[in-house]
């Protein structure tokens, strides 16, 4: 079974996080009142880069891209899709926190080596706004910690099933990461990191052909893992896949909406904002509940 989940587990990562891409783009071109692509236009786009020459700046530009992709796939392994679950350890939910800084840290490392300055506004944009969701995120897990009294994602997920959604028993919790989903995502208001109105899409301006669509890949994979924890840590996960992809289809949508109502943030704007409301309300939840154990 293990040897199953191992297979399954970027698979459906994969599938669902491209067909996220797709219908992010439809129904974000049905507001706009503009018909749209198809909803299989990411895996031409995919398949067509890979088929395209790619444009090298050296062996680190490559290898950042590689490795960040390499923890996008690590991170989904101890990430709980319904009952697939591959690597159930105690500590999961400690590694996953450790595992999601590897992707931002290897596009870092690969656009370092681009020499182009949009790429340098880029990088420094998400380290910064990596840095603003991090802090309240951290207390969320805290949270989550000693409501349930466990470091085991599985455990945690198993625990909502008996006693209720986290998001029903620790509501100010599951509020604070709803407002730092969308900065998680990278999608506006805090659509900053690439802005491709002001620095020519950022950190990938300098990818082509199977760079680029590597990078696709692995955003896919983010993609899919942020939104599963949120459905992990607060929906109760799922019983089996479908129910859980069906939760995650409903968080999908909900950041689909944000993103199209909202205007994107100025860097400092956004990192005031992760440090004042969701820091708060998750540093208030943290307290109620330290104070009723």
């Known amino acids: 079974m293990n040897i199953l989940g191992l297979i399954l587990s970027p698979i459906i990562g994969l599938v669902v996080g491209i067909f996220f891409m797709g219908l992010y783009r439809i129904i974000m071109a049905r507001i706009h009142w503009r018909y749209g692509p198809p909803l299989y236009q990411p895996v031409i786009d995919i398949i067509k880069l890979f088929l395209q020459k790619s444009i090298s700046h050296g ?3 490559e290898l950042g891209v590689l490795v960040s992709l390499a923890g996008s796939v690590v991170t989904l392994y101890f990430i709980p899709i319904g009952n697939i679950c591959p690597l159930q350890v105690n500590g999961g939910l400690l590694v996953v926190l450790y595992l999601l800084l590897i992707a931002p840290l290897g596009i870092a490392l690969s656009g370092g080596s681009g020499a182009n300055p949009n790429i340098s506004i880029g990088i420094s944009r998400k380290m910064l706004l990596a840095l603003s969701y991090e802090i309240p995120f951290l207390i969320i897990v805290l949270t989550l910690m000693f409501h349930y009294r466990t470091i085991s994602l599985v455990e945690l997920v198993h625990f909502q099933r008996i006693s209720g959604w986290g998001i029903i028993s620790l509501p100010l919790a599951g509020i604070a990461y709803l407002l730092i989903l969308p900065a998680m995502l990278g999608i506006r208001p805090f659509e900053i990191v690439e802005a491709p109105q002001e620095i020519a899409s950022g950190l990938k301006t300098e990818y082509s052909g199977r760079l680029l669509a590597l990078y696709y890949i692995e955003h896919a994979f983010r993609r899919f893992i942020v939104i599963a924890l949120f459905v992990d840590l607060f929906l109760g996960g799922g ?12 968080v999908f949508m909900l950041g689909v909406f944000i993103n199209a109502v909202f205007p994107r943030f100025k860097i400092q704007q956004a990192i005031r904002f992760n440090w004042t409301w969701p820091t708060i309300i998750s540093l208030i939840g943290l307290l109620i509940v330290y104070m009723g154990k």
Do not use: N, R, S
């Not at 019983?239 to 992809?245: C, D, N, Q, R, Y």
């Open 59 to 61: 062996v680190l530009f």
């Open 239 to 250: 019983g089996e896949p479908f129910t859980f992809l069906l939760k995650m289809l409903i």
